[in-house]
């Protein structure tokens, strides 16, 4: 199968975190998209403990069949993408095509990573375009990165040895996790953005207080 692998600390949770997933479902035609919940993400700070964050995944995701929560992270307390997915190749060897989806945003700090070319011979990739990100991604692919990338002839994309970069644009919803954090400190009722079912386990749990 082809499975989209989602990483972050979804913190919490919200509507743009699935519109990403199914918009990448219906363009790449992938099977399953699994939201892999950081154990704790090491470029990031005031994180729930991650319990919380992963009880609200299994929340959020009841309704999407072909969307699943993953504590692969928590179980093995990897702290990094590139230990996550050398765990996937070698547990599921070749019953399953991996695709990593990331933002532009997010794919232009891929040097911060560890080991962030050994990447590259693990996954295939999926970037999809934030608002008011404006970089090509092939200058960042061939400039930037230095990867000696092959363009698709229909210009969505690239081969990279024997794995593939798609690129993918989404609507944005104009959401971010900091500012439903910050709507949640002041009192706002943040079910429009998280569900109403998410919102009442921050409610019921004081989180975010």
């Given at each position: 199968?082809?499975?989209?692998?989602?990483?972050?600390?979804?913190?919490?949770?919200?509507i743009?975190?699935?519109?990403?997933?199914?918009d990448a479902?219906?363009?790449?035609?992938?099977?399953?998209?699994?939201f892999?919940?950081a154990?704790?993400?090491?470029?990031?700070?005031?994180?729930?403990?991650?319990?919380?964050?992963y009880?609200?995944?299994?929340i959020a995701?009841?309704?999407?069949?072909r969307?699943?929560?993953?504590?692969?992270?928590?179980?093995?307390?990897?702290?990094?993408?590139?230990d996550?997915?050398?765990?996937?190749?070698?547990?599921?060897k070749?019953?399953?095509?991996f695709?990593?989806?990331?933002?532009?945003?997010?794919?232009?700090?891929?040097?911060?990573?560890k080991?962030?070319?050994?990447?590259?011979s693990?996954?295939?990739?999926?970037?999809?375009?934030?608002?008011?990100?404006?970089v090509?991604l092939?200058?960042?692919?061939?400039?930037?990165?230095g990867?000696?990338?092959i363009?698709?002839?229909n210009g969505?994309?690239?081969?990279?040895?024997?794995k593939?970069i798609l690129?993918i644009?989404?609507?944005?919803?104009?959401?971010?996790?900091?500012?439903?954090?910050?709507?949640?400190?002041?009192g706002?009722d943040?079910?429009?953005?998280?569900?109403?079912?998410?919102?009442?386990?921050?409610?019921?749990?004081?989180?975010?207080?």
């Amino acid at each position: 199968m082809k499975i989209g692998i989602f990483g972050g600390s979804f913190n919490p949770i919200h509507i743009g975190h699935i519109r990403v997933a199914t918009d990448a479902l219906r363009i790449c035609c992938l099977d399953q998209v699994w939201f892999n919940c950081a154990s704790f993400p090491p470029h990031k700070k005031e994180v729930l403990p991650h319990h919380h964050r992963y009880n609200m995944l299994k929340i959020a995701l009841k309704g999407y069949p072909r969307l699943f929560p993953s504590d692969i992270d928590i179980k093995n307390n990897f702290l990094f993408t590139v230990d996550t997915l050398k765990y996937l190749r070698e547990t599921y060897k070749e019953n399953h095509e991996f695709y990593f989806l990331i933002g532009l945003d997010a794919f232009l700090e891929i040097k911060t990573w560890k080991d962030w070319q050994t990447l590259f011979s693990l996954t295939n990739f999926i970037i999809f375009n934030r608002a008011g990100v404006t970089v090509t991604l092939s200058g960042v692919l061939k400039s930037y990165l230095g990867l000696d990338v092959i363009p698709f002839e229909n210009g969505q994309g690239f081969f990279y040895k024997d794995k593939k970069i798609l690129q993918i644009k989404i609507k944005s919803l104009n959401i971010s996790g900091s500012e439903i954090r910050e709507m949640l400190k002041k009192g706002i009722d943040v079910s429009v953005c998280v569900g109403k079912e998410v919102y009442k386990y921050i409610e019921a749990n004081n989180l975010y207080r």
